[in-house]
C-alpha cells in the first residue's frame, strides 16, 4: 500500500500533487489530476510529475524489427536493480535522469520528439484482461551480460486511482474494483471537460 501524511489544514480540493510511498520506502510525487468527494473519503486521479518508463528484454532468438520477436516486460526488482546502472547511463546520454521510484520507473528531463519509426505496440497478455494492447515511445538500447534491452515510455498517461481519507492518509485503490468502476468513470470524465 502507499502512504501519505499532510498537515491538516489543507483541504483535499487545495492539494496540487501528493507523494506515494510503496512498501520499501520509494517515493512517486504525482500531480493532482482531479478529486471527488465521497462519504468515505475523497478519491482523487494521479499522474506522475516525472515521466513513466518500461524496461523490456528482448527475446536472444528473434531481433527487435522482427514481427514475431518477443520483449518481455521487466517488472522484477531484483532484475532491474541489476541492470539499472546501464540504463541510467544510456538515458543520461540523452539528458535524462532514471529514478527507482515507487510503482515505475520514472526519468526526469525533456524526452526526444516522438517518430512514428519509434513507436512500439506492446500486446499485454494478463490473467485479467485477455489482450490489452500499449503504444510505447522507444528511448534507448543497451546491453546487459549479452542479454538486449530497450526503454520506452508509455504513449498514454499513467494514472492512479487513490483514496484520500478522514485521517487524511492517502492510498492506492484497485480501479478494477467494481465499487471504484463508477468513481474512476467521473474522475475520468470530467478530467477530459
Same mark, same amino acid.
Given at each position: 500500500m502507499s502512504s ?19 512498501? &520499501? %520506502? ?5 500531480y493532482v489530476e482531479?478529486?471527488?468527494?465521497? @462519504?468515505? %473519503? ?21 531481433? @527487435? ?9 521487466? &517488472?522484477?526488482?531484483?532484475e532491474i536493480e %541489476? ?84 485521517? %487524511? ?16 468513470? &467521473? ?7
Amino acid at each position: 500500500m502507499s502512504s501519505f501524511q499532510f498537515s491538516p489544514e489543507n483541504e483535499p480540493e487545495e492539494i496540487d500533487s501528493v507523494t506515494l510511498t510503496d512498501d &520499501e %520506502g520509494r517515493t512517486l510525487e504525482c500531480y493532482v489530476e482531479n478529486a471527488l468527494e465521497a @462519504e468515505d %473519503g475523497t478519491y482523487l486521479l494521479l499522474m506522475p510529475v516525472d515521466i513513466p518508463v518500461v524496461i523490456l528484454a528482448w527475446d536472444d532468438q528473434a531481433e @527487435e524489427e522482427e514481427e514475431d520477436s518477443n520483449a518481455i516486460l521487466l &517488472e522484477d526488482k531484483s532484475e532491474i536493480e %541489476g541492470i539499472f546502472p546501464d540504463a541510467k547511463a544510456v538515458l543520461a546520454e540523452l539528458d535524462l535522469t532514471l529514478k527507482f521510484t515507487a510503482f515505475t520507473l520514472t526519468v526526469q528531463g525533456e524526452l526526444p520528439p516522438i517518430e512514428d519509426d519509434g513507436i512500439l505496440t506492446l500486446e499485454l497478455d494478463t490473467d485479467d484482461k485477455p489482450l490489452d494492447s500499449e503504444e510505447l515511445q522507444f528511448l534507448a538500447s543497451f546491453y546487459h551480460q549479452d542479454q538486449k534491452y530497450s526503454i520506452y515510455t508509455p504513449l498514454a498517461p499513467l494514472l492512479f486511482l487513490a483514496k484520500y481519507n478522514l485521517l %487524511g492518509e492517502v492510498s492506492l485503490v484497485s480501479p478494477d474494483d467494481a465499487r471504484m468502476q463508477p468513481i474512476l468513470e &467521473e474522475l475520468l470524465f470530467d478530467e477530459m471537460e
